[in-house]
């Protein structure tokens, strides 16, 4: 198997469970040296580095607690330290809250806030200049589809998600000449241990339906998209935010109702020429 990131040396945050831990897990795969955060974690970030070590590869483990802005620089420079320069960055760790818009507090505005945005942000400025140094790099910003369209409860955490998205494109062009390419993704419905800890019993196995392909996507489908974004296979993507959703945003229905009276008033409106 090709191993397209070979010597690589990658951070990845957020890597104790879900869609970090796999993304870790996918650059070790494609031969890279990789650094995973966590925050709470520890059990599922310690088995992925084992994983990782008993494969052959390199791989150590750094708690932060990114609701803290000198916690965020502390583990980008340790990472450096660690892998000796970095040529990948993985902004993937986020918190969300489903939230009562009137009854948000300051305190869990300012939380989502510093860990979704504050803390990519001077991580992203920490490890800059090892980058330049180093000839260049590849950042990926983790976004969401709630940046992207509404959904009741998520005022706040789609403000970090839409935030992600600026701050991406504005410093992919700013940072562009400098040899560092900078995207987003965007997933939709994945589900991840944390959702099935919250969820009832059984509540998730009808998600798939709800999505226009027919299924919810898998950790897996959002570490390769992110692996590739990572690649010199996609080094002429900057600035862009790659959603990865089955199909959800491009769906335009408010219902399946709406589908209906859509495509009948569309029928009626071709004859009617």
Known sequence: MPEKMKGKKVLVTGAGTGLGRETALEFAREGAQVVLHYAHSKEGVDSAVREIQQAGGTATSIAADLRSAQEAIRLA???IAFL???DVLVNNA???MTLEFGKVTPEQFDTLYNVNVRAQFFIMQTVVP???AAGGGAIINLSSVHG??????HSVYAGT???IIAHTRELAIELAKQGIRINAVAPGAVP?????KAAEPNELDGLGKLIPCGFSGTPLDIAKTIVFLAS???RYIVGQTIVVDGGTTSWMSFSEGYDDIGLRLGKGYVEGL
């Open 94 to 96: 986020g918190i969300t």
């Open 130 to 132: 090892a980058m330049v």
């Open 192 to 196: 991840v241990e944390n959702h099935f």
């Open 148 to 153: 992207i369209r509404a959904s009741k409860g």
């Open 232 to 234: 010199t296979d996609a």
């Open 161 to 163: 998600k839409g935030a």
């Open 84 to 86: 000796g320069g970095l």
């Open 77 to 79: 420079k340790e990472a």
